[in-house]
């Protein structure tokens, strides 16, 4: 592979020879094959410049069209080259990584355009592959057995025969099983109660497969916000397991919408503790000899934990509009945690007694103490109450503990942007009111440079924005249907050609039936995001042009430039869901609503209306069926501040 795209002076500074090749590609290599100059582009590549010679933090805001990812593309492989590791591209979620490798999507572009041999490599969340344990579950277990087994037939011979594996051989990605919808496959994906360490297949696992893969990329490793933080959060754990870092050591790092990370960061300090699973891995202490103390201590343990999964099931309450139940905390149930939470450490503390006295097997032995170890740190967040966020899911399997910090900023500073290190946040939505303070503020970020180009393209001649007027004195089911109704029309008026924007899953599933039983739209492909794997949906939404897709996670990223995509139905104005994430920040704000609804609603907005026009060709409309736009004035003059300049309502 050739080392630089330019011919590099070592007596010259290597950061102002990349401005100057960017700068040639930009006014000169590209053009040539037809991509426009873009005044936008240029400004953007100029800032960059001055982020990677200081290795420093920078809020690169560019509107739509500008060709934002070419010019971090073109920056971070030219710098993994010279430092010798490659750079991290975190994405949002998995469906972004996916529209950033296209067979038609920038890096190919560039690949070809400009004769490169670009080493891109993936690294994808372990959720978006299948795990063999779960597997032979559901293989057996599962109302859908024979849909598993022809999945387990179908896996590599190397998975089912023992021998050496001569070759890095892909397989068990979310994406080669786009028929499945999400419940399906979460029969049968990695989820974090599974225990990687003790398990038979990990060699032959198509995780730890991808993993060996990625790792030996030389300038691109594509990850998603929630894998970045997972690796930051683990690094030193899995070190002291003596496991490498989930992503090996880089130049740079991208974070594409980064405006979105703080929520992937604790995310990825969350904590789920299930009894079953709890209790299984204790256990293990047991299969040798222990000394009598000890093992009366597991079994008060298994006993306390039983006691606090009940209390807790009895004491939590579902939220409406989200899957999380509230936890309401009694004196009784605080008590039984303080307790579950001793015990723990008591068995920490007769561990070190123990492993020199009997003969515990040294690497189980390790495996429960980093267990406890976790169960430990996170029950001791209860230690401060205002300190953490937390929250029961209940499912087919039982209930879940999910345990959360508040506040993650400290940890961000310390091991992301204390790095001496370029970090680049890019995305259209990363100001409000022309300050970056909200994002900075939330990452614990002090010191940045920052920059901000509009979109070049004519909203005012391309863009026709709708605010359907409801009657909110109606009942909730009857609002409902009025919605419902409306966006049919609407759906109609254009021939489908739609993305239908909702804010939860419980909107989305409401508006599907009423859709599927509509006979007017019976002619259309309808798409709903959980019925495959998105980036089939998306292909496919893209490839019919009179198709209609409806989702919930799609207001970022999305690129469909072209008349599959003329009209953007947003169902109601993007307000933070009442979970106990956003119900802790609004307990801790001022004025929760101008604090803490408010600019996350505008940004979000911004975004999915982000999503119509993307191309200087583009034409088409965004309808808003939030009433508040109507009801609110506050709302309504914040919207009017955010939406394109010559766009009105």
């Not at 360490?197 to 198509?206: E, F, I, P, Q, W």
């Not at 149930?333 to 009997?358: D, P, Y």
């Not at 953490?388 to 942007?417: C, Q, R, Y």
């Not at 009857?478 to 021939?495: G, H, M, N, R, Y």
């Amino acid at each position: 592979m050739k080392q630089y795209p330019f011919a590099y002076k070592p007596s010259e500074s290597f950061v102002q020879q990349v401005s100057d090749f960017v700068a040639d590609v930009f006014y000169e290599v590209l053009p040539e094959v037809g991509f426009e100059i873009r005044d936008e582009q240029i400004y953007m590549a100029f800032q960059l410049e001055r982020a990677f010679a200081e290795k420093k933090t920078i809020f690169a805001e560019a509107g739509v069209g500008t060709g934002k990812t070419l010019v971090y593309l073109l920056y971070t492989i030219c710098y993994a080259r010279h430092i010798g590791k490659p750079a991290i591209i975190a994405c949002a979620d998995e469906s972004l990584i996916e529209q950033l490798v296209k067979p038609e999507g920038d890096i190919a572009k560039l690949a070809k355009h400009l004769n490169m041999n670009i080493d891109v490599r993936l690294g994808k969340s372990p959720d978006q592959y299948v795990c063999l344990n779960k597997l032979d579950i559901a293989r057996t277990k599962s109302e859908e057995a024979e849909l598993y087994q022809d999945i387990y037939d179908d896996l590599p011979e190397f998975v089912h025969v023992s021998g050496a594996l001569q070759s890095f051989y892909h397989y068990g990605d979310r994406k080669d099983y786009k028929e499945l919808n999400d419940d399906q496959w979460n029969q049968m994906n990695w989820d974090v109660f599974q225990d990687c360490l003790v398990c038979d297949a990990r060699h032959r696992c198509g995780q730890t497969l991808s993993r060996d893969h990625y790792r030996k990329a030389a300038d691109i490793i594509i990850c998603s916000h929630d894998f970045y933080m997972e690796h930051v959060w683990t690094y030193e754990g899995r070190k002291r397991e003596g496991q490498l870092p989930l992503l090996p050591d880089h130049s740079s790092v991208v974070f594409d919408e980064g405006h979105l990370l703080e929520a992937a960061a604790q995310k990825a300090l969350t904590y789920k503790l299930k009894h079953n699973v709890f209790e299984e891995i204790i256990t293990r202490l047991l299969q040798g000899e222990v000394r009598e103390e000890l093992a009366w201590t597991i079994e008060e343990a298994i006993s306390l934990g039983e006691h606090m999964f009940e209390l807790l099931g009895r004491n939590s309450v579902a939220v409406r509009g989200s899957d999380r139940k509230e936890i309401i905390y009694t004196d009784e149930l605080v008590n039984v945690i303080n307790k579950f939470k001793s015990t723990i450490g008591q068995i920490e503390e007769e561990l070190v007694f123990e492993s020199g006295i009997f003969t515990l097997d040294e690497y189980q032995l390790r495996i429960v103490e980093e267990h406890l170890e976790m169960i430990g740190l996170a029950l001791s967040l209860y230690n401060g109450k205002d300190q953490l966020i937390s929250w029961l899911i209940e499912d087919a399997n039982g209930l879940t503990l999910v345990i959360m910090p508040k506040m993650v900023k400290e940890v961000l500073e310390e091991h992301v942007f204390s790095q001496k290190m370029p970090v680049v946040f890019s995305s259209a939505t990363l100001s409000l009111d022309g300050s970056f303070e909200y994002v900075a503020d939330n990452l614990g970020i002090k010191s940045y440079l920052s920059m901000s180009v509009p979109s070049p393209y004519d909203y005012e001649e391309q863009m026709k924005l709708i605010a359907p007027k409801l009657d909110t004195n109606s009942t909730e089911t009857q609002l409902f249907v009025q919605k419902a109704s409306t966006a049919i029309q609407l759906l109609k008026e254009s021939d489908g050609k739609a993305l239908v924007l909702f804010n939860s899953k419980e909107e989305l599933k409401q508006f599907k039936q009423i859709l599927l039983k509509d006979e007017s739209c019976s002619k259309y492909h309808l798409l709903f995001e959980g019925d495959q794997e998105i980036s089939h949906l998306i292909a496919a939404f893209q490839e019919d042009e009179n198709s209609i897709l409806c989702a919930v996670t799609l207001w970022e990223g999305l690129d469909i430039p072209g008349p599959s995509l003329s009209n953007v139905i947003i169902w109601s104005l993007p307000f933070p869901p009442n979970d106990p994430v956003f119900a802790a920040k609004r307990k801790a704000a001022d004025d929760s609503f101008k604090e803490v609804d408010m600019p996350y609603m505008l940004l979000r907005l911004r975004q999915g209306i982000g999503r119509l026009i993307r191309s200087r060709e583009d034409r088409g409309s965004v309808s808003i069926l939030g009433q508040e736009l109507h009801d609110n004035e506050f709302v309504r003059e914040k919207i009017k501040e955010i939406i394109p300049k010559g766009v009105s309502f």
